[in-house]
């Protein structure tokens, strides 16, 4: 029926007939944002468990003696808290660092590969190594000595350096270093020049007859790198024997340009050239501090020429010890 202009409208007519609520309406009203609550909750829970796990070192235990995938991250964040200020207790705690070490064994001897079992070894290897007390060590000298996997291998080689500064330290020391320093020499001579790597700072830190033996060894290794960090090794112990390495670090050339290469390549190349000289300058001081004597005439010649490098670092490193050398002239 036609409705005239001056007749009212009726507000019903205006209105689209009411329907009850559908199922998928009711899912999307309540449903979906009940389960975005949910795991909002849960994620919640979960960094809240792991905040709170290091004041329970036990909780660590039961949850990396799951067989889960996840466990790499405990593994993770008690490497982390052991770091860190809190973690002064978990350092001391020799029961821990044994359970950790027999977790370690378990984890190797299951066989089991893959990223995640690899992530697990590697930070439990990096955890024992934070640890005060002798009893990390010997799960770490048994991953040198009986791992065929490379990775671990080095972690744990690594991992003894660091347990070694840690005990000293404190005022500890290795039930029996020289079973940790063979250990780590037999590392040295495996193919793998990461391990051999890690092996010439560690017996720098480890130090003894023994390790200066090993590290003049790898004076000659065809390795850059091992060569380097053998010298490093040498000159913390006080060994003259390491300025003609450390020559052949101080002589390394800039970077020149090529067209071949990109941008970060030519950056990574100038970056590792400079990190290398200045270490081999800090090798220079430690044998200067050790000997109280200038090093020989070349070795002082290259450091003068440095001092005017493109390199702001090196050229400060390098006025440093021209310095050190001159006030042990006079």
């Known amino acids: 029926m036609a409705t005239s202009p001056n007749q009212p409208i009726n507000p019903d007519d205006s209105l ?23 795991i909002i909750v849960c994620v919640w829970l979960a960094f809240h468990w792991l905040a709170h796990l290091g004041n329970d070192p036990q909780a660590y235990v039961r949850t990396l003696r799951r067989a889960n995938e996840g466990r790499w991250q405990a593994a993770l964040n008690l490497a982390n808290d052991l770091r860190g200020p809190t973690g002064s207790g978990l350092k001391s705690d020799t029961k821990l660092a044994s359970e950790l070490g027999s977790i370690l064994d378990d984890e190797v001897g299951s066989g089991r590969i893959g990223e995640q079992s690899e ?21 770490l000298v048994r991953r040198v000595s009986e791992t065929n996997d490379d990775a671990t291998t080095q972690a ?18 290795f039930r029996d270093r020289d079973v940790v320093v063979d250990a780590v020499l037999a590392a040295s ?6 391990v051999r790597n890690a092996c010439g700072f560690t017996l720098g830190v480890l130090g003894g007859g023994k390790s200066v033996e090993g590290l003049l ?35 390394r050339q800039d970077v020149v340009l090529s067209e071949k290469a990109s941008a970060d390549e030519m ?64």
């Open 156 to 173: 744990a080689v690594e991992a003894l350096a660091v347990l070694s500064t840690n005990l000293e330290n404190t005022g500890r020391s």
């Open 217 to 251: 060894r790898l004076l000659g290794d065809p390795a850059t790198d091992v060569r380097s960090n053998a010298a490093l090794g040498l000159a913390r112990l006080g060994q003259t024997d390491a300025y003609e390495a450390l020559s052949e670090m101080l002589s």
């Open 119 to 139: 992530t697990l070894r590697l930070y439990l290897c990096r955890a024992l190594g934070e640890f005060t007390v002798p009893e990390a060590s010997p799960a």
């Open 267 to 330: 950056q990574s190349e100038r970056y590792k050239r400079a990190l290398i000289v200045v270490n081999a300058l800090r090798g220079v001081t430690m044998l200067i501090d050790a000997t109280n004597q200038p090093p020989p005439t070349g070795v002082t010649a290259l450091i003068k020429d440095l001092q005017q490098d493109t390199v702001a670092e090196i050229r400060s490193s390098a006025a440093a010890v021209i310095k050190k050398i001159s006030r042990i002239a006079e």
């Open 16 to 38: 689209p007939p009411v329907e009850p609520p559908s199922a998928a309406f009711l899912v999307q009203l309540f449903l979906v944002p009940g389960v975005i609550v949910t």
């Open 189 to 194: 001579t495996t193919t793998n020049s990461g």
